[in-house]
């Protein structure tokens, strides 16, 4: 279920994103606004940078075990470190 709330949390920041970019690109926002909306841009932007990274982790710690791929959690990898 953590991957579908990911998944779609991401779809829901990017979603918010573009409709931010849109609103500031159309230049009818007040200088208030355009703050407010370019502060929420960069909390999401950071908050999908972070859930690809994430997903970077998670695809680098596939490993092919007997034919199959299996998904080793990212701490218990480390910690065999």
Known sequence: MSDTHDKHSFETSMQRL???VS??????LSIEESL??????????RQCQ??????EQKVKLLTEEA???KAVPFDSHESNS
């Open 23 to 28: 609103q500031m690109e159309e230049g009818k």
């Open 67 to 69: 034919g199959e791929i």
């Open 50 to 55: 972070q859930t690809l990274e994430q997903a």
């Open 18 to 20: 573009e409709t931010l």
């Open 36 to 45: 407010q909306a370019f502060e929420e841009g960069i909390r999401l932007t």
